[in-house]
DNA sequence: CGGCATCCAAATAGATACTG
DNA sequence: CAGTATCTATTTGGATGCCG
């Protein structure tokens, strides 16, 4: 995992696995990108199926960008909406097979923002005493 | 992974630990969500150090939004912008080790992204002949 | 409950020109 | 080259009210 002899070769090689590491995160960002959409997964794969409990998980969003989102996570095949015709109609939100891909991506994410939070609060304590 | 028997213990410990989810991936998203920010050091990672050398790896990115995303990644401790007086004065962005620990993460979007445009490229064939 | 329509405010981003 | 300033256009989002 370390070089440094022959650099001429490697920034070709380099060049190109740039350009497929940045297209393939941006073809993610684009899917799953923006506040909410991996906030309403996680909310859903701990049980949440109905609108207003995905609500008041997702701490912040308002009903018309969770419609949105729910429709926009519909489309690219990550959820299905369930109507259950009854008294009064039911409707449930459920996660596709295909949202479990998104599993090592959401371990990754969770656990850096943990890290994260700990760094920062750790250079909270260490600038001598500077609080705000 | 199989559970369904006693759900009622289940559903606290996991109203907690999505809560616990929920908030580090709202964190992470909080430092490195957007359009830009990973992209950016993904192009870093690759040896471009100059503002535009940057610019022209992280396709349709403005000056502007570089610029202020720069100053963004430089304020979270990602990178360092290094001033050489000469002539003329040349700068350099440099990625500082903290940017190393996005690593599983830019690898976990990475893997997600490439499989999941395979998945819209196969999609689009069984699609009966349906072209746009 | 689960939304959609409308209106309006704020944030974001593109284009262009300009500077040291 | 490495930005900044300005202006404008577009996107996004909150608030509210309404509907089945």
Redesign the pocket.
């Known amino acids: 995992m370390k070089e440094s002899t022959q650099n001429q070769t490697d920034n070709k090689a380099f060049t190109e696995e740039c350009h497929t590491v940045l297209t393939a995160v941006s073809d993610a960002l684009y899917v799953i990108g ?2 909410w959409k991996l906030m309403i997964i996680i909310a859903m794969a701990r049980g949440n199926k ?3 409990e995905i609500q008041k998980q997702v701490t ?1 969003i ?4 969770l ?1 949105s989102e ?1 429709k926009d996570l519909e489309l690219n095949g990550f959820i299905i ?1 369930k109507v259950e015709n009854g008294y009064p109609v ?2 449930e939100y459920e996660l596709l097979p295909y949202s479990q891909t998104l599993e090592e991506l959401v371990g990754a994410m969770t656990r850096w923002g943990i890290q994260h939070r700990e760094k920062v609060k750790a250079e909270m304590g260490s600038e001598k005493s500077n609080k705000q």
């Open positions: 923006g506040k109905r609108f207003t912040g308002s009903a018309r960008v419609s729910l909406k039911t409707i």
